[in-house]
Every structure is written in structure tokens, then in C-alpha cells.
């Protein structure tokens, strides 16, 4: 497991130094303001670094407040009407019908009814991250094999035990793609929240920036959405690898 760590360590690492060298090639070769170099963005993230640092944890408070909302009731619902075919029939077309639709588009309406403040910011990635989570574990939960299920019942469980020993752990490592998947499309719409009637997050500062013509700190916003990306990924996999230890136990150091 140890040899495991530090190889998946030396590939970051690898990674992240590729991408920098990929990066200063195209500023090099495109030689325009709009696109600075890595080393005159790091002096931005220096320079604006205060700043800069308020409007990440802004961010990542409404990420990760709406995504942890949206984990508390999509998961739930999604694993009880997974399994209750009776539910499944009434909520599964609901949930297909308002699926599709950009949730994006309700902001305007969230707006009026909640305020310019983290509210609506925190509810439009509630509402997005809710029906990621529920799909996929409503399909997780209806889709386990019969046979997990009946060899616990044959044990003596409880409907409680069923569910607690056999069907969440079952399910868990969707749950867990689902929070992935989530957090990436959260980050996105939070991006464009924070572009209309705020002066605070990661968004506003990016645009901004932006608006000002100063590249190298627009390019700092990026820089500092993708680190809280990346971080919030990284804490995710470490809290799966505590929760489905089994996931790991057969994989090769």
C-alpha cells in the first residue's frame, strides 16, 4: 500500500509538472497578454494572495454545504424508493422529468425568493448535486443482486440489519461516484452563480479580473478554483478509502 501511495504521488507530481511545462509552452508560443505564463500567475496568487484566499473559502463553503445537503437527502430517498418498487412507480417518472432539465435556468427565480446572498448559491447546487446523488443511487439500490439480500435474510436480519449490513455498504461506492460527479458539475454552476450579484467567491473574482484585463490574476482564479477542485476530490477519496476499505483490500501494492 505504501509503494501504491508513493507511485501515485510521483504521477501527480509527473502530472502537475507536465501540465505547467504545457502551459508555458502555449503562453510562449501564443505571446498575447491574455494568456501569461505560469510565473507571472504565481506572482499574481503572491500578490493577491489575501484576497484571493477569502474568496476561495467562500467558495468552498457553498460547494460543500450544498453538496453535503444534497448527500443527506438524495442518498436516503434514492436508496428507500430503489427498493420499494410501490415508491419507485410514483417517484422514478417525477424525478426522470425534472432530471433533464438545466437547473441552471431557475436561478433567476431562486433569486427572488432567496436573496443575492450564499442561500441561493447554496440551493441552486442543492438542487443540481440532489438529482445526480438520487439517480444513481436509486438505480444502485434496485439493481443489487437478489441473492446479496437473501443471504442475509437467511442469517436472521431485520429489515434494519438488511439495510444497514448488506444494502448501504452494497450501494456506498456509487454513492461515492455520484459525489464526484457532483462536486465537478457544483463547481461549475457555482462559477456561474458567483458571476451575478455578488461581490464575493471565486466566480466574481475570476470575472472580475477579467473585466479589469488583468490576465495573471484572472489566471490565479482559475488556478485557485481548480486547487479547491482538486482538494475536494482528494478529501473524497480518503474518506472512501476509510469507508469501503473492502474496495482496496484485494488491489495489488
Not at 193 to 200: K, V
Request: contains cysteine; proline residues 6%; positive net charge.
Amino acid at each position: 500500500m505504501n509503494n501504491s501511495r508513493r507511485n501515485s504521488t510521483r504521477t501527480m507530481i509527473v502530472t502537475i509538472m507536465a501540465t505547467i511545462a504545457i502551459w508555458q509552452g502555449l503562453s510562449a508560443a501564443v505571446n498575447i497578454p491574455a494568456l501569461p505564463g505560469p510565473y507571472d500567475v504565481a506572482l499574481a496568487i503572491r500578490h493577491v494572495a489575501p484576497d484571493l484566499g477569502s474568496h476561495m473559502l467562500i467558495s468552498a463553503w457553498r460547494v460543500i454545504a450544498g453538496s453535503l445537503i444534497a448527500l443527506w437527502l438524495g442518498a436516503p430517498l434514492g436508496c428507500l424508493v430503489g427498493r420499494n418498487h410501490t415508491l419507485d412507480r410514483v417517484v422514478a417518472p417525477m424525478a426522470y422529468l425534472a432530471y433533464p432539465v438545466p437547473k441552471i435556468a431557475f436561478l433567476p427565480v431562486v433569486l427572488l425568493f432567496l436573496g443575492l446572498g450564499d442561500a441561493s448559491k447554496i440551493f441552486i447546487i442543492v438542487l443540481l448535486v440532489f438529482f445526480q446523488i438520487f439517480v444513481t443511487t436509486r438505480d444502485a439500490a434496485r439493481n443489487l443482486p437478489p441473492g446479496l439480500v437473501y443471504s442475509v435474510k437467511a442469517l436472521g436480519a431485520t429489515p434494519r440489519d438488511i439495510y444497514i449490513h448488506a444494502i448501504v455498504p452494497a450501494i456506498l461506492p456509487e454513492v461515492f461516484t455520484a459525489m464526484r460527479i457532483g462536486l465537478g458539475t457544483g463547481l461549475a454552476t457555482l462559477f456561474f452563480t458567483e458571476t451575478f450579484a455578488t461581490f464575493h467567491g471565486l466566480g466574481y473574482f475570476i470575472m472580475d479580473a477579467w473585466s479589469r484585463a488583468a490576465y495573471d490574476e484572472m489566471f490565479a482564479g482559475i488556478v485557485a478554483l481548480s486547487t479547491l477542485g482538486f482538494t475536494l476530490f482528494a478529501i473524497l477519496d480518503a474518506i472512501e478509502r476509510r469507508v469501503c476499505r473492502w474496495k482496496y483490500i484485494s488491489r495489488p501494492s
